[in-house]
């Protein structure tokens, strides 16, 4: 629940640009637990959750540092802090994806679209149902298995993009 206990980053007003491109693996470790929550955590809270042991300090630093991202906010509870996501999983990763293509886009061209389009459509899966003869509820599965699997190959085909742009930016000549 927001109140007025609740404290975001003081420059978070709607004009506020997410900065973020990508998450570090303790920073996707802690979002993972707090998407997987059912409600806000404290910092003892998301440390019982982590498959692997971590310093409080180190956690409470990531997690403010995710607050500063807008990924996170927070609400004051007693004397400590509980952490909620400001956008769901599906919402980080659609916004991820479409910066990356935007990215990409922009630094290519709008050609350049087609050939992302073409390395993921070769990246797509199949469906080998035969529509006649499978059962709907297995269809509605693997419907709903190939629409993920399409989501994580987009992503996957943007972030390997990403950085071969990156390997081949061209470099300011230094003075």
């Given amino acids: 629940m927001i109140d007025q206990n609740t404290d975001f980053p003081p420059d978070s007003g709607k004009d506020a ?78 916004s991820v994806a479409e910066g990356l293509v935007s990215d990409y886009v922009n630094l290519y061209g709008g050609s350049s679209a087609q050939f992302l389009a073409d390395a993921i459509d070769t990246k797509q899966p199949r469906n080998t149902l035969d529509d006649e003869h499978a059962n709907f509820w297995d269809y509605g599965r693997e419907s709903k298995n190939l629409q993920k699997n399409s989501l994580i190959t987009l992503v996957l085909a943007a972030l390997i993009l990403q950085v071969i742009s990156s390997i081949f930016r061209p470099r300011k000549k230094r003075k």
């Avoid at 491109?21 to 910092?43: F, K, Q, Y």
């Fill in 17 to 94: 640009k997410k900065t973020y491109r990508t998450l570090g693996p303790l920073e996707t470790e802690l979002m993972e637990a707090i998407w997987n929550s059912e409600g806000p955590l404290s910092v003892q809270g998301i440390i019982d959750r982590l498959d692997t042991a971590h310093n409080y300090k180190t956690v409470m630093t990531v997690l403010n540092r995710l607050v500063d991202k807008l990924l996170l906010g927070r609400s004051l509870d007693g004397r400590a802090y509980h952490y909620f996501a400001t956008e769901s999983r599906q919402s980080f990763l659609r």
